[in-house]
């Protein structure tokens, strides 16, 4: 089918050649899915300023063969999410989002509750709003839906189940929580993740997005799940997310 029309969140929007860009777009129906945009950056052109990132756009993109370049025909804004523009900790925010979801996804791997929820994580931005925690509850919610949930209910080496013993530390290389013993014998760096943390981001991951936003962490539990999300993150892609120049609590 050469022939794609699609809706989309841009994701990444690249500068190629003299005149061209290419979009990264993250589709409901397609997943990740890249297109050129020809001649994008010359001053006439019928794209005009609908290739920045984090708009939500309907796309048509003509390609050969699935795995070619796409040609980007037309391309019109749905929805441009305009408080992300209001300040620098807000486009932070929106694209460590943006980030995390090009970074744990692969090229045509549909995953509808990726795009419900990086919609609704962009909807939600706004400098009004705790954005570096709605950047928390987004990244640990979208790893509940991709292979990379991280395993909080049992010892991620040897399985011991934290029912009867309490696991106090996470392992960004296995992605879950380690007993007493493992730690012990050494697994790598390891993180304090209270039980206190723990059970926020069972919490996180169990409400709906809607009611996502009623969630809030502070002090310890806030700093425990941060910096483990941030070294797990970092463990899993290799890359670390755009930083927030200045928290805002
Ligand atoms: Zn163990």
New binding site residues.
């Given amino acids: 089918m050469p022939l794609v029309r699609t809706r989309g969140v841009i994701i990444r929007s690249q500068r190629w050649g003299d005149a061209d860009r290419i979009i990264t777009v993250y589709s409901p129906n397609l997943g990740k899915i890249r297109g050129v945009a020809r001649g994008a950056r010359r001053m006439k052109t019928r794209f005009g300023g609908v290739l920045e990132p984090f708009g939500l756009v309907e796309l048509t993109l003509f390609q050969k063969t699935p795995e070619a370049l796409g040609q980007i025909s037309q391309i019109d804004l749905v929805a441009n999410f305009s408080a992300i523009r209001e300040n620098l900790t807000v486009m932070t925010a929106a694209a460590r989002m943006v980030r995390m979801v090009e970074a744990i996804t692969v090229d045509r791997d549909p995953n509808y509750e990726m795009f419900v929820a990086l919609v609704h994580g962009l909807e939600s931005l706004s400098p009004e709003t705790d954005v570096a925690l709605t950047t928390l509850l987004f990244q640990i919610h979208i790893l509940g839906h991709t292979g990379f949930r991280p395993q909080l209910d049992s ?6 189940s934290a029912r009867y013993h309490a696991l106090q530390w996470f392992s960004p290389r296995l992605g879950g929580m ?2 007493e ?3 012990q014998r050494g697994v790598g760096r390891m993180l304090v993740l209270s039980r206190g943390s723990v059970a926020f981001i069972e919490q996180a991951r169990r409400l709906s997005l809607p009611q996502l936003s009623r969630l809030k962490a502070m002090g310890t539990v806030r700093l425990e799940v941060e910096t483990a999300m941030e070294a797990y993150f970092y463990a899993v892609v290799g890359k670390s997310l755009p930083t927030f120049e200045q928290w805002v609590f």
């Avoid at 010892?155 to 011991?160: D, H």
């Fill in positions: 010892c991620a080496e040897c399985g011991q380690v007993c013993e493992c730690g």
